[in-house]
């Protein structure tokens, strides 16, 4: 396998992964970003967990989709994320909008 087609094969499985996205989305009611992954979840709960200069934020998600496409199976049931960075959670729009 040279570049090109290690190159093509990921932008072949991003694309895919785009697409189950656009399928999957209209599912789950928060869209959340850390600095290392992006989920689809139907709960989340955040707390900071320890205080001081560097305070460390956990999410909790229920019922999620990871987007990551060397992933086998993306749906999980629980998903805990730990980090010192920023961790964005977004409500998605209800089907009305």
Known sequence: MNTDDLENFEAER???LAQEYQDVVS???YAVESERRFYLANEVVTRVAADG???LIEVELTDAWVWDMYRKSRFVPRVKI???K???VEELPGPEI
């Open 27 to 29: 599912m789950f009611r």
């Open 82 to 84: 730990l980090s010192f």
């Open 14 to 16: 991003e694309l895919q």
């Open 53 to 55: 200069p560097r305070p």
């Open 86 to 88: 920023d961790v964005n």
